[in-house]
């Protein structure tokens, strides 16, 4: 029950001090799983942060289940998963009270803005973090590359295309890549036989 109530905490912080969605919360999911908890690895860390944004639903809520379940299974899952939707689900139900009113006060628009430089900062600082850990070949390097560029020329150009398949494009074109590189070294194990 401890562990359960610690999931359930810990994840609850990163809800209710983290704004701006899954990408801005990483680096701080990523210092309380990795660096302070030690219930995840760097490399662990990376694969959840991968496998979270290939799966449906947010980022932050996917890491948090399967990093829940795997210090304590279903339970872990649901409780960590709870604590991590817990505050953002209180706030806005309290925001929408009065949200009109709300939004008026000028101190509070102003720091609406703020926030949200700090999750465009966020967002780049995870992605950079992200990078550090990848293995960098030029496979990696052009897909890094090619995708950035798509995307903001995507978002300069105002064009609709979901990132969802700049992302299914990398990943075949990196799976494509492996079964050649596979079927090559498949080749040449055959001819030395």
């Given at each position: 029950?401890?562990?359960?109530?610690?999931?359930?905490?810990?994840?609850?912080?990163?809800?209710?001090?983290?704004?701006?969605?899954?990408?801005?919360?990483?680096?701080?999911?990523?210092?309380?799983?990795?660096?302070?908890?030690?219930?995840?690895?760097?490399?662990?860390m990376l694969n959840v942060t991968v496998i979270?944004?290939?799966?449906?639903?947010?980022?932050?809520?996917?890491?948090?289940?399967?990093?829940g379940n795997k210090q304590k299974g279903f339970?872990?899952?649901?409780?960590?998963?709870?604590?991590?939707?817990?505050?953002?689900?209180?706030?806005?139900?309290?925001?929408?009270?009065?949200?009109?009113?709300?939004?008026?006060?000028?101190?509070?628009?102003?720091?609406?803005?703020?926030?949200?430089?700090?999750?465009?900062?966020?967002?780049?600082?995870?992605?950079?973090?992200?990078?550090?850990?990848?293995?960098?070949?030029?496979?990696?390097?052009?897909?890094?590359?090619?995708?950035?560029?798509?995307?903001?020329?995507?978002?300069?150009?105002?064009?609709?295309?979901?990132?969802?398949?700049?992302?299914?494009?990398?990943?075949?074109?990196?799976?494509?890549?492996?079964?050649?590189?596979?079927?090559?070294?498949?080749?040449?194990?055959?001819?030395?036989?």
């Open positions: 029950m401890k562990q359960l109530l610690e999931l359930f905490v810990s994840f609850a912080k990163i809800g209710l001090f983290t704004f701006g969605g899954g990408y801005a919360m990483l680096p701080l999911i990523e210092r309380t799983c990795v660096e302070q908890k030690k219930w995840l690895t760097n490399d662990e979270a944004e290939s799966t449906p639903g947010p980022i932050a809520i996917n890491c948090a289940t399967f990093v339970l872990g899952a649901f409780f960590a998963t709870l604590g991590m939707v817990t505050p953002s689900f209180i706030i806005i139900l309290l925001i929408s009270f009065f949200l009109e009113s709300f939004l008026e006060i000028k101190w509070v628009a102003g720091a609406f803005q703020g926030i949200k430089i700090a999750v465009a900062v966020l967002i780049v600082d995870a992605a950079i973090r992200i990078f550090k850990k990848i293995e960098k070949n030029s496979l990696t390097l052009t897909i890094t590359a090619v995708s950035c560029l798509t995307l903001l020329a995507v978002d300069f150009l105002s064009v609709r295309l979901s990132s969802v398949v700049i992302l299914l494009t990398a990943a075949a074109v990196s799976f494509f890549v492996y079964l050649a590189k596979r079927k090559e070294k498949g080749g040449k194990e055959n001819d030395l036989s």
